[in-house]
């Protein structure tokens, strides 16, 4: 067999045999072909109200022309260069959130997803403390590299290469078990991290009382209090930062999901007493100029349209009307982070309103379904998507009903 045949066998090879794709969640039979604020289609034209945002990541509502003119008008300057030159579009980024957040005094390190930034985020307490211990709470998520994975309430997720006797889980939303562990413990922390609101957790917020007492542990332990913000921050509750609401400031805020509306970017927000040194956090990606683009659009579309207000007042209305609504129980969140809990008869809900009444949310195991749209959420789109729920929940009791035993 010559070189010439084996490599013409090999290319006809690759052109019948498809490459497997790693399935990263359980895919739903649907196609989307083209986005426009909170709405998707697919490829036959059909229309999708979108209330999950592809896991609380749009934040400004599909395809902006804002957001789409930026990128494009960098892509056509400079996509990608090293952080070993000036990139001035960064600190044109760093500044304008420092002007949105009120954090002026804080640096930014930018990175390329949450899990990362939350990895960074523990990694620089541990420099900055010298200690090892990391307190995090039952029900977490903070992401899938390896201290972002040790520090989320998920064994099953934990490769036995990322256990480590480094993290405590306590109990969330108990001061009491907080108090206690850092009497025993508390100069061994290194870092304190929880999200605001948590996400895939199931929508649980974190009581302004519990996250106070974490600041004043953190205070009088010299440890560091992490704000995970990546799910729960970037506006969506109303606050910029959902940890905030509760009159404290976090030592390190990360972020992800909402700052690029779709566009892969992330970082954490450092306070002025924590001094990162060269080497100690470094990227090849991250703010690049192409991402810096996006996330500078996403906030300018923010504060132009004033949407975390925007974020609280649809939120709120759709909270009220939830509320209302029978089979839905405890119904909670803030801003356009909301959950509600379905009954055994309900626990089809999700499906059916993705493939009946073609509209998009998300869900937290066992029963938890979770809204987390657009910050851009128009009251008619809410509406529509109550009619949509009430017509589900409707069709699906009297199916029940009627087969029910008499
Ligand atoms: N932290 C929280 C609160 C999250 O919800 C997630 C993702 O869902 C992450 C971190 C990880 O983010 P990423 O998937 O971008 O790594």
């Known amino acids: 067999m010559t070189h010439k045949s084996g490599v013409m066998r090999q290319s006809s090879r690759l052109k019948t045999k498809k490459m497997k794709l790693f399935d990263v969640y359980p895919i739903n039979n649907i196609t989307i072909t083209r986005a426009r604020g909170s709405y998707l289609w697919d490829e036959a034209g059909q229309q999708y109200l979108d209330m999950y945002g592809g896991h609380a990541v749009i934040s400004i509502g599909h395809t902006h022309p804002h957001f789409v003119s930026r990128i494009t008008n960098q892509l056509r300057q400079v996509a990608f260069y090293s952080n070993s030159i000036h990139i001035p579009i960064q600190q044109e980024l760093a500044d304008k959130l420092g002007k949105v957040t009120g954090k002026e005094e804080f640096q930014l390190f930018l990175c390329n997803s949450g899990a990362e930034a939350n990895e960074n985020a523990m990694k620089l307490a541990s420099f900055h403390t ?148 060269y080497g100690m956090l470094g990227t090849t990606f991250g703010g690049n100029h192409l991402a810096c683009a996006a996330a500078l659009a996403v906030l300018e579309v923010i504060e132009e349209e004033r949407l975390m207000e925007n974020a609280k007042s649809t939120g709120n209305f759709l909270i009220s009307r939830l509320k209302k609504i029978r089979g839905l129980n405890n119904v909670r969140g803030r801003g356009l982070m909301i959950g509600f809990d379905l009954g055994g008869d309900l626990k089809d809900l999700r499906k059916n309103l993705l493939f009946n009444q073609q509209v998009f949310t998300g869900e937290s195991k066992p029963n938890t379904i979770r809204l987390l749209p657009s910050l851009a959420l128009r009251k008619k789109e809410a509406e529509e998507f109550l009619e949509s729920l009430e017509e589900e929940i409707q069709h699906m009791v009297s199916a029940h009903n009627m087969v029910k035993p008499a």
């Open 130 to 277: 010298g200690r090892k211990k990391i307190v995090a709470f039952t029900k977490s998520f903070h992401g899938r590299t390896s201290l972002a994975v040790a520090v989320t309430d998920n064994p099953s997720i934990i490769a036995p290469v990322n256990e480590t006797d480094n993290v405590v889980f306590l109990p969330f939303n108990d001061g009491d078990a907080l108090n206690a562990y850092f009497n025993d413990h508390g100069h061994e922390v290194a870092a304190v991290i929880i999200e605001g609101i948590q996400g895939v957790g199931g929508i649980n917020i974190a009581d302004d009382l519990f996250l106070q007492k974490i600041r004043t542990l953190c205070t009088d332990y010299n440890s560091i209090f992490i704000a995970d913000s990546v799910q729960c921050g970037y506006g969506r509750t109303g606050e910029f930062f959902s940890h905030d609401q509760a009159g404290v400031e976090a030592d390190i805020y990360s972020m992800a999901k909402g700052m690029g509306n779709g566009f892969p970017v992330a970082g954490i927000l450092i306070a002025p007493f924590l001094k990162p040194k």
